[in-house]
């Protein structure tokens, strides 16, 4: 058996008395698209920010590629090559989108001047690259406040990208996105993972999405893990759709 990139093994995690996190378990494969789903409120972003070192947890254990990380710090745990994306956007709106690009590299770069003194051109060459990735090339020089909120998620996915990490947790990419752009950035999703081996964790809402994404669903309730399997047993899983129709 490989050993997973993620491992997560009888996880808690408590706000004041809300039990955001009940004993979860759950593994991500390498080089997989794995899918976390459950109803608003139900501890999927808790379950991120425990994976990223974002806050302690309060018992369990958290590995990445079999070295327990519980303990460690979020720039610790960037370092080792897990990174994550937000609910809500995160750019800098008054710097263009080359721009926000040269600063979303702390992880690999020393210090914040050499990334504009050292490896200036090799750098911007980069962040193009992944701009024209992302369909955002000829944007690039645009002030980022500027662009949709689509694209501003799309400019935050090729900041991430800038990074190399090996794996990629992503908080609800697609919310608020329009259609066209949600194809859009699935196929890009798809690209990440097929084309520059990226492992994928992602947050979906949307179940069409998630259906078409991942390999592998994990469904969250009330803080607990309700079930999971393949889409197509998700899909057919009635706690999952009880779970979802009693959320509405
Ligand atoms: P989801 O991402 O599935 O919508 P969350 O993980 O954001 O769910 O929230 C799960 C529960 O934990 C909710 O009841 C939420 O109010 C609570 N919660 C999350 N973060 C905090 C926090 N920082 N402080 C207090 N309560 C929180
Ligand atoms: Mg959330």
């Keep these: 058996m490989t050993t997973p990139t993620i491992e997560v093994t009888n996880v808690s995690k408590s706000f004041g008395g809300v ?3 009940k004993l979860v378990s759950m593994s991500v494969e390498p080089g997989k698209i794995t899918g976390l789903i459950g109803p608003n409120g139900s501890g999927k972003t808790t379950l991120f920010n425990s994976i990223v070192g974002y806050h302690p947890i309060d018992e369990g254990s958290i590995k990445f590629e079999g070295q327990e990380i519980s303990k460690l710090r979020v720039q610790q745990i960037a ?3 897990m990174l994550r994306t937000f609910q809500q956007t995160r ?6 989108c080359v721009q926000n ?5 702390p992880h690999r770069t020393a210090t914040f001047s050499d990334m504009f003194t050292k490896y200036p051109a090799e750098l911007t060459e980069k962040a193009e690259h992944l701009l024209e990735f992302v369909g955002l090339y000829q944007k690039r020089k645009l002030i980022s406040g500027d662009l949709s909120f689509g694209q501003q998620k799309l400019l935050e996915f090729a ?14 990419p697609t919310a608020g996105i329009n259609p066209t752009l949600i194809n859009g950035l699935i196929d890009r999703l798809k690209r990440a993972n097929e084309e520059f081996g990226i492992t994928l ?8 999405v998630i259906m078409n994404l991942a390999e592998k669903i994990y469904c969250l309730a009330h803080g607990e893990m309700l079930a999971e399997g393949t889409p197509d047993e998700i899909k057919d899983d009635q706690r999952v759709i009880d779970a979802y129709l009693g959320a509405h």
């Design 91 to 96: 750019i800098y709106g008054k710097m263009d």
């Design 19 to 21: 039990a955001a996190n």
């Design 159 to 172: 900041m991430a990208l800038m990074n190399e990490p090996k794996v990629l947790l992503l908080d609800e």
């Design 201 to 208: 964790f992602v947050i979906e809402h949307n179940m069409r």
């Design 101 to 105: 690009m040269l600063i979303s590299v």
């Design 79 to 81: 370092r080792l090559g």
